[in-house]
């Protein structure tokens, strides 16, 4: 759309508002094809109604940038973005809630927010999961199936002057529907249509009955934009002082949202992670089993512009939850909660660094990682999987230290107001087996708009100037991440599979971490996952591969299992994982050999 003529992109907003009242989705520009010249489509009246249309548009001379658009309670969050910028929708981010005192389930969110009104016909819970052990507990209820959620619904967004008219062309996006996927059709690869009821002070993980507070929220996360999607292009007007982003679900009622447009902006669009060690290799450029390594990040814009002084992190409380100036961004779960793949995962904004290897020996780490572990002030990096217990050696650290997040939260704020570092230190094990380790940083930016993940990996050799290479036994993926939706795109823009596994491992409070865990969990709910689900072939690409037996490699997937188990092994406790620290210890090398219809 956004290389048409005015009267094409209003006549592309209207046929979003026909959908909205039943009529046919809108798969090309065909319909369109016979409009009059522009000059002749409106009289002069409609001219000035318009802005002073016929709007100029010229061709962007720099790539389009990504813009993320928010909107909470009705209320469009303010954007400031670079002068003279071209933009394509890249993220929307819908959010209503209401509080009670009572457990109403969605009741109040369906009466009183500005969601009430898009049809809620069909609602209801489909998960659960608590969390605060030992207690009090936050208890999710998960909401899907409501007709909002499965109808097919347009964007359309307009630049108004501070008048409302209209001073550029619109653009209409589609949304598609939460399940099912659309090639072609859909304009988001990640698209996630919720109700969520959060009870907190809950006596156990399934008792809310003395709690008085609840929370109803309904939340529409649009990301990831296609390829094709992202011809769609804004170009803002001197004059353009909003955008006002109309929903075909809501068509009489749109959001506006206020835009400043920012003249000589300090940094560039963009984000780049690099990565160096500051320790020395020896002579044979590798290092010896039992060397401690210093490393050092620089996080830069798109230009190259450092965005934080060498040797130096801003103090947290000058970061969260909102980001510095030049866009660096700390984990903000503190403010802001998150859940895999129900709750705003790409608001976490981890800034985080992992050693794992050798890359031969890369696997999925099993052993989780205590809540101490990130309390400790003596110990800055947290080892998460040994040679002797995991199979391979991976270490880990937030940046700043998980001692400072954490420590800062819960045992002394004044951890918030400390400098930090920009280095930090994995040493590795004397028994290193000799090859290639990964060292990886993944973060987010986000700056005048744009919000951007992004990650960098670079290997170091131990013991052997041999390079080694990673087994993996799952892909490929890109049949389905593709066109817009690449790894290297979506999540932390990290292609490299291999390199998650120790940002990855099992958390005390996120059971959850592990790839193998969230891939299920995430396909077998999505509904757009094309292949059967009991098809493991799909994705694995060996029969072993699918014999390790655990709570958590099977109940990521399966909601039950039968009653024997239950006898056995426990109830299910955990959307998830199953369990609790136990799912992932193998039940049994004796059954489940095999898994009916995997095509293995």
Known sequence: MGGLGAPRALLASL?????????????????????????DFLGAESQALLGGWPWPNPAPTTPAVALALEVENGVGKPLRVREGSTFFINQIDIRSFVTSR?????NNLIRQSDFGGVGWLGVRQVDQESVGAPGPYTRRRYYREAAWMNLPSHFIVEQVDARGRITGVPILLNAGV???????????FIRRFRGIQTATGCATPNDCSAATSFEEEAILELRNAYDHAKRQTLSLRPETRALRLRWTLRPGAPYEIPVEQVRNAQYAYGFRIGVEPLTRARADGTYAPGTEIAFQLTLRDGAGNRLHPRGYLPPYNQVAPDGTDSGLQYYRAFFDATATYYRRKHRERMLMTQIIGPAQHIQPIRSVVALEAFLDPAVDEQVVATPERDGVFSQFATLPFANVLFGGAFIDPALWDMPNTDTWKFKLPANAAPGTYLVTVKGRRTYLGEDLPGSTTIEIQVGTRQRTEPKLTTGPCTSCHSQGGELSEVLHAN?????????????????????FVRTHFIHSRSNRFDAPLHQCSSCHLTKESIQRTSKAACLSCHKSYPANHVAQFGPIESMYVGGGAESFQQCTGACHTRHPGSGL
Not at 15 to 39: H, I, K, N, R, Y
Not at 178 to 188: I, M, N, S, T
Request: net charge negative.
């Open 15 to 39: 046929a979003g508002l026909l959908l909205a009242c039943g009529g046919q989705d809108v798969t090309d520009e065909t319909s369109m094809s016979a409009l009059p010249p522009e000059e």
């Open 178 to 188: 939460e399940h099912q996927r659309r090639p072609g059709l859909d304009d988001f």
């Open 102 to 106: 009572k457990d109403q389930g969605l």
């Open 495 to 515: 292609e490299n599979r291999a390199a998650c596994a120790g940002c990855h491992a099992p958390l005390a409070f996120e059971l959850e971490g592990p790839i």
